[in-house]
């Protein structure tokens, strides 16, 4: 039930950023993504997989094929750098709610 | 817009019981098709699922803490709770609230977390 993301991403300005999120039955989940920057709750910024929350970006998009999930940063800025986190909502496992271990994104 | 506001104690000691109390203003946590959850996060670590209360007064809860959490609500002051008991140094941690919405309980409203620190 874990998901698999990488520890960290690291991307030029300007450039784009792909911060996967893998589970073997990720295809039958919605997942949902968070950013967090350093001391501050996390904020959503993509749910039910592609959908963006209001106030999010166009260059934040998400995807998702065979056992993995994508969150795509395009034109990335130095105010991208933050921890990022997927999730899914496990109904049929007693409701579980889990995240992924979070992506450091760093701007270089 | 919905806020959401943690309150509790910042240090417990060990074996006590922690009670956190999530206070919620611009939104209703009687009002169907929401989940009102915790969150935490150990000191540079991920986030940690706790569990959730829905309206009906069901909750959900992370099977490695069952045996010492109770999550509960307060309707007349908007207010969910969690009691988490035999506190130890692992419980130490940032502790968030926030709102799940119907259908794929993601959280798109945040408390902005308290510190709890477990020592004695």
């Known amino acids: 039930y874990v998901l698999t993301q990488p520890p960290s991403v690291s991307v030029a300005p300007g450039e784009t950023a792909r911060i996967s999120c893998g589970r073997n039955d990720i295809g039958s989940k919605r997942v949902h993504w968070y950013q967090q920057r350093p001391g501050q709750a996390p904020v959503l910024v993509m749910f039910?997989?592609?959908d963006r929350p209001s106030g999010i970006p166009e260059r934040f998009s998400g995807s998702k094929s065979g056992d993995t999930a994508t969150l795509t940063i395009t034109r990335v800025e130095a105010g991208d750098e933050a921890d990022y986190y997927c999730q899914v909502w496990d109904v049929g496992t007693d409701h579980q709610v889990v995240f992924g271990g979070g992506t450091k994104l760093t701007v270089v | 817009q919905l806020q959401l506001q943690e309150s509790g104690p910042g240090l417990v000691k060990p074996s006590e019981t922690l009670s956190l109390t999530c206070s919620v203003s611009?939104?209703?946590?009687?009002?169907?098709?929401?989940?009102w959850n915790w969150i935490r996060q150990h000191p540079g670590k991920g986030l940690e699922w706790i569990g959730y209360l829905y309206y009906t007064g069901i909750t959900y809860v992370n099977p490695s803490l069952k045996s010492r959490l109770t999550i509960s609500g307060d309707t007349s002051q908007n207010q969910f709770s969690l009691r988490l008991n035999a506190l130890t140094a692992a419980d130490t941690a940032v502790y968030y609230c926030?709102?799940?919405?119907?259908?794929?309980?993601?959280?798109?409203?945040w408390g902005q977390g308290t510190l709890v620190t477990v020592s004695s």
């Open positions: 039910y997989d592609s």
């Open positions: 926030a709102r799940g919405q119907y259908g794929g309980n993601w959280f798109d409203s």
């Open positions: 611009g939104g209703s946590i009687s009002s169907g098709g929401q989940y």
